[in-house]
């Protein structure tokens, strides 16, 4: 099995560049900017950790369930899977802010329906500490998070580095790049969100996707 140092290196490096620009970085920021930034920071990374931790244990067991030659080799092909699909994405995306557009809208019609959030947020103040984490905005933060990391590129390749590289690396790379990105997103807010260039994050992380690929592509299969 590989090294902890290179497990955490590919996760931290893939985990900031698929999550800068992705939907749940625009929605941390957006949250942000409508309710108090404690309980949204600690919802989405409540979220996001926790994600992090279930994805790395589908990896790691795959290796249990099916040869680890095969594992290795379809992790090549995600990879190389990925690469191609942010480059895609990265040449034909209609527009730089189009994922936080639609973030936004989404948002806005949410927020038109719910006009209480600001007695939420007086109410909030009072409760004690604890009891502010079963609060309505915690819940939202970490459900939005939690759902809108199913099924995403950065779950689905921390799956396949745990199955290639060493799971504890995997796992603390990608808790440190999630803790990165979403404390830039809650601090940052829109200001910073709406400065992000989503084709130069989606060409950045297409290509260093293609290079994992033909690392893992040409390092030998450990048994």
Same mark, same amino acid.
């Given at each position: 099995?590989?090294?902890?140092?290179?497990?955490?290196?590919?996760?931290?490096?893939?985990?900031?560049?698929?999550?800068?620009?992705?939907?749940?970085?625009?929605?941390?920021?957006?949250?942000?900017?409508?309710?108090?930034?404690?309980?949204?920071?600690? /919802?989405?990374?409540?979220?996001?950790?926790?994600?992090?931790?279930?994805?790395?244990?589908?990896?790691?067991? @795959?290796?249990?369930?099916? %040869?680890?030659?095969?594992?290795?080799?379809?992790?090549?092909?995600?990879?190389?899977?990925?690469?191609?699909?942010?480059?895609?994405?990265?040449?034909?995306?209609?527009?730089?802010? #189009?994922?936080?557009?639609?973030?936004?809208?989404?948002?806005?019609?949410?927020?038109?329906?719910?006009?209480? @959030?600001?007695?939420?947020?007086?109410?909030?103040?009072?409760?004690?500490?604890?009891?502010?984490?079963?609060?309505?905005?915690?819940?939202? @933060?970490?459900?939005?998070?939690?759902?809108? #990391?199913?099924?995403?590129? %950065?779950?689905?390749?921390?799956?396949?580095?745990?199955?290639?590289?060493?799971?504890?690396?995997?796992?603390? /790379?990608?808790?440190?790049?999630?803790?990165?990105?979403?404390?830039?997103?809650?601090?940052? /807010?829109?200001?910073?969100?709406?400065?992000?260039?989503?084709?130069?994050? @989606?060409? %950045?992380?297409?290509?260093?996707?293609?290079?994992?690929?033909?690392?893992?592509?040409?390092?030998?299969?450990?048994?």
């Amino acid at each position: 099995m590989s090294s902890v140092v290179q497990g955490f290196t590919k996760s931290l490096a893939i985990t900031v560049l698929s999550e800068i620009g992705d939907k749940t970085f625009f929605a941390a920021a957006i949250l942000a900017m409508r309710h108090p930034r404690r309980l949204v920071l600690s /919802g989405c990374l409540s979220a996001l950790i926790v994600m992090t931790i279930l994805s790395a244990f589908v990896g790691w067991a @795959a290796p249990n369930l099916i %040869s680890r030659k095969w594992t290795h080799h379809i992790t090549t092909l995600l990879f190389f899977g990925f690469g191609l699909w942010s480059l895609w994405d990265a040449f034909s995306g209609g527009g730089e802010s #189009e994922e936080l557009a639609e973030v936004e809208a989404k948002f806005d019609a949410d927020w038109k329906d719910n006009n209480g @959030a600001t007695i939420d947020r007086k109410k909030k103040q009072k409760r004690p500490f604890f009891t502010q984490f079963f609060s309505p905005i915690f819940l939202k @933060a970490f459900s939005i998070n939690f759902f809108g #990391e199913w099924d995403d590129k %950065s779950q689905l390749a921390t799956i396949g580095l745990a199955a290639d590289e060493n799971p504890f690396g995997v796992v603390l /790379g990608g808790i440190v790049g999630q803790v990165l990105c979403t404390t830039a997103a809650v601090l940052g /807010g829109k200001s910073l969100a709406s400065q992000i260039s989503e084709k130069i994050v @989606a060409l %950045s992380g297409g290509v260093l996707f293609i290079v994992f690929s033909i690392q893992s592509f040409l390092s030998p299969i450990e048994p």
